[in-house]
């Protein structure tokens, strides 16, 4: 999905909700230090910025665009690795222990980010009304999603990559598997009847032990960060 198609379909919502006449304010919150995907993160808040709304960017690298119109604050987050990197990049020709390895270590570096000190001072200072909307790249951080109860507003989910299943579950797409290929599979379409067969043993895999591997991380770190009132 290009930036400029999701820009559209941002735009497009904030158009037809009631503060349509005029700008919103957006929070854009870019946890990754990968910098080839945070430029394409800022590429969104930028265009946001252009068309007038009020964008603030909660980044955890170096700002890629300076002269950009929206406000940019950098956090303190732990940078992923170059050999992690490499290895999610490389998803779909991984083992499912490997895969599984990448998670963890992923869930912990955003879940660092969160308690960095100038995170904490930014949510303890912001007010739950301060936001209209929660822009957020998702990259196996799941329980970032609670910044979006956390100021009360809706949430827009950009994904630099192929969605994960989780993705495709979130907004209702169902899962096709008799001809789409899941993503541990490093299959493509079209798939005859032995690759489909494969295909739901991927399927059962990356449902059984990939998710369930990870719900009881997400839940505990949300729990900590986002603890009921």
Request: with cysteine; net charge neutral; hydrophobic share 45%.
């Amino acid at each position: 999905v290009s930036v400029s198609f999701v820009a559209f379909g941002i735009l497009l919502v904030l158009s037809s909700s009631p503060f349509s006449g005029e700008c919103a304010r957006i929070l854009a919150f870019f946890p990754t230090t990968l910098r080839s995907h945070q430029l394409m993160n800022c590429a969104l808040a930028e265009v946001l910025a252009e068309a007038g709304h009020n964008v603030t960017v909660l980044g955890a690298t170096m700002n890629v665009y300076p002269r950009a119109k929206y406000r940019y604050l950098r956090i303190d987050g732990l940078a992923i690795s170059n050999e992690l990197t490499k290895t999610f990049i490389n998803i779909p020709n991984m083992s499912t222990y490997k895969y599984l390895g990448v998670v963890q270590p992923m869930l912990r570096v955003h879940n660092a980010t969160l308690a960095q000190p100038k995170m904490q001072h930014f949510l303890q200072t912001s007010q739950e009304s301060d936001y209209d909307l929660l822009l957020m790249t998702y990259l196996i951080n799941d329980f970032h999603l609670g910044l979006g109860a956390h100021f009360r507003c809706p949430i827009v989910m950009f994904c630099v990559m192929e969605p994960m299943k989780r993705i495709h579950r979130w907004v209702g797409n169902s899962d096709e598997i008799s001809y789409v290929p899941t993503q541990l599979s490093g299959m493509v379409q079209p798939l005859n009847f032995f690759q489909r067969v494969k295909n739901f043993l991927w399927y059962l895999v990356e449902c059984v032990m990939l998710y369930g591997s990870m719900e009881t991380s997400v839940e505990e770190f949300y729990n900590y960060n986002f603890p009921s009132d």
